[in-house]
């Protein structure tokens, strides 16, 4: 299965996995599963530190394959889909994860329950 993990899911695996309930580790690792994280995911990061909303002192590029997760680079399918989401969420950052979600028919572990609002299949 291939499963989009939302930037706290991310971090959360870097930093506290204790979060993640057994199900979803269990899910994050099974070597079955391919784990995905968005480029979206890694520009929050990147803009959220420059601001000093989030401390990051890694390459997040890096660690991701380091652990064994793959990066998702934002399309332009990805992008066409936003015109036609509904606005349940202003955070433009996740809804380019839920676009990216459905466009490439994969599975999205968020903790976010405004994505149950979206046409995704979430984890």
Excluded at 26 to 32: A, G, K, M, Q, R
Aim: hydrophobic share 40%; with cysteine; net charge negative.
């Amino acid at each position: 299965m291939k499963i989009l993990i939302d930037t706290h899911i991310f971090l959360w695996m870097l930093n506290c996995p204790e979060k993640l309930d057994d199900q979803r580790r269990y899910l994050i690792e099974s070597p079955s599963n391919e784990i995905y994280l968005s480029a979206m995911s890694v520009t929050e990061l990147m803009i959220k530190s420059s601001l000093d909303k989030l401390e990051i002192n890694f390459n997040p590029l890096e660690v991701a394959e380091q652990i064994g997760v793959e990066i998702l680079n934002f399309s332009g399918n990805d992008a066409l889909l936003l015109k036609e989401m509904p606005y349940h969420h202003k955070d433009p950052f996740d809804r380019m994860i839920i676009a990216q979600s459905i466009t490439n028919q994969m599975k999205l572990m968020s903790n976010d329950t405004k994505f149950k609002l979206y046409n995704c299949k979430l984890i």
